[in-house]
């Protein structure tokens, strides 16, 4: 009798509790495999795509690869074309058009290229003691001490008068050489280490080393920073005054590497956003004849608000979609009136480490699937967009049918924080809209940590979204 009544326990249990095992308990071997070999190819774009402009060339190239071509108003598309627009080569996105055109709607995945960094001032390059240095704004919300100490490569744009642009990046190759900012010895450092964390390090002291010997043996002061200003003409034939019209960013050196014995987690700068980036842009290569529209937005500006004509508070991703409207003489109001959305973007995956800063019930964990977080914000919802009930049943139900290893989850306790992501920009155009992407530990920092399984489970969410009729 007792054997029975557990029996039925067990049974209730499975169809009514959620089930909370390991992801990696409720997958085949098979599947663990697969995200194994997809996230070979995630730690290639990873090294390859560490600024938005690497990425939109990346996007561009796999693009053109696989039958994208560039698009063209006025044009007539029927259903299978492939088409991407760049803008600015700082954003892009990618549309395969439906069987039904785009008159019940589009299917949007959209995330953000952009991570923080340290970005060069205007006016970067000075000398102090024989040494030379740049000068950096930081982008984006870091803790500044971890930028300290660490190898630091340059990439980046530097725009001449006469409308081409050089292409800079330093620090990458095996043989190049790489920069820093430098830190307090602790011999020295008693005072600083009685600061709080914001005070102990300012947005002015994240001066990047670049060199130390002095271009000759003349009597002239600043000799190192012509040194460095010499080495710079050769290379790239620019002069101190073409700082003012680049776009160089310093982002750490270091190459995506499996972590843990196990290789089961991927280390790396960058992750916010491009682990969902990257499965965002492979579902749009793989999606064959949807029956809707599907559109792929990969944005830029996320870190910082989203302002600018290269973030989701542009009209660029409005206006091509009023052009695909156009062009089937169809209201553009009625198109996002049916429209629906994932906004592909991370959510902080739960650390043991730090567990006073989560709430348990409510925390997505790593291995456990791709996240869908039903809105984000501060304290009582500030600053978000709430997917509707329905809608998330809606996704959950695409998901469950197509086997997708999925979760939920909030952005740590009510009061601890909080975040945003562009989906709330998204929701005014009146799209129904919700946030899906990876689980991150350690994120916003320079070496940044996911499961392989939840990037590739995020692939096979939005795939199988862009699929959903």
């Not at 870091?142 to 050089?166: C, E, F, M, N, R």
């Not at 209201?331 to 739960?350: Q, Y």
């Not at 730090?354 to 409510?362: D, G, H, I, L, R």
């Not at 799209?431 to 996911?450: I, K």
């Amino acid at each position: 009798m007792a054997n029975e009544e557990k029996s039925q326990a067990k049974l209730l249990k499975e169809k009514l509790m959620m089930n909370k095992e390991n992801g990696s308990k409720r997958v085949s071997a098979k599947e663990v495999a697969q995200a194994d070999d997809f996230c070979e190819e995630y730690k290639d774009f990873l090294n390859k795509a560490k600024t938005e402009r690497e990425a939109v060339a990346y996007a561009i190239q796999i693009a053109k690869e696989n039958g994208f071509t560039e698009y063209s108003v006025g044009t007539e598309y029927k259903a299978g074309d492939k088409v991407y627009v760049n803008n600015r080569n700082k954003a892009i996105m990618l549309a395969v058009i439906g069987k039904n055109g785009v008159k019940n709607g589009v299917h949007l995945g959209i995330a953000h290229i952009d991570s923080p960094r340290l970005d060069l001032k205007p006016n970067p390059l000075y000398e102090s003691n024989d040494m030379a240095l740049f000068k950096t704004h930081y982008y984006g919300g870091i803790k500044k001490y971890q930028w300290t100490a660490i190898p630091l490569s340059l990439h980046g744009v530097v725009a001449l008068k006469d409308g081409s642009t050089v292409t800079v990046n330093i620090g990458e190759d095996e043989g190049d050489p790489c920069f820093c900012v430098t830190d307090l010895l602790p011999h020295l450092a008693v005072e600083q280490m009685q600061k709080t964390m914001v005070k102990a390090f300012t947005g002015e002291d994240l001066n990047i080393l670049v060199a130390s010997r002095p271009f000759n043996n003349d009597p002239e002061s600043e000799q190192v920073k012509l040194n460095v200003l010499n080495i710079l003409n050769e290379k790239y034939g620019i002069t101190e005054t073409d700082f003012l019209s680049a776009d160089l960013e310093a982002v750490p050196a270091f190459k995506a590497k499996d972590l843990g014995f196990d290789r089961s987690m991927i280390g790396s700068y960058g992750h916010d956003d491009r682990v969902c980036a990257y499965p965002a842009l492979m579902a749009a290569i793989d999606v064959e004849l949807p029956e809707q529209t599907c559109i792929t937005v990969l944005t830029d500006k996320e870190e910082i608000g989203s302002d600018g004509n290269t973030g989701m508070k542009s009209l660029y991703m409005y206006d091509f979609i009023a052009d695909l409207a156009k062009a089937e003489g169809v209201e553009l109001r009625h198109v996002l009136a049916k429209g629906t959305c994932l906004s592909a973007d991370v959510n902080a995956a739960f650390d043991p480490t730090y567990a006073s800063a989560y709430e348990v019930n409510n925390s997505c964990y790593i291995n456990n699937g791709t996240v869908i977080t039903k809105y984000t914000g501060s304290g009582g919802k500030s600053g978000t967009s709430e997917a509707t009930a329905e809608y998330m049943a809606k996704v959950r139900a695409i998901f469950d049918d197509a086997g997708v290893l999925w979760q939920a989850g909030e952005l740590g306790k009510v009061d601890g924080g909080g975040g945003g992501t562009i989906a709330k920009f998204v929701a005014n155009l009146n799209v129904d809209v919700v946030d899906l992407g990876v689980p991150v530990l350690s994120m916003h920092a320079p070496f940044e940590v996911v499961s392989k399984l939840d990037v590739y489970m995020t692939y096979r969410g939005i795939l199988e979204f862009y699929k959903a009729k």
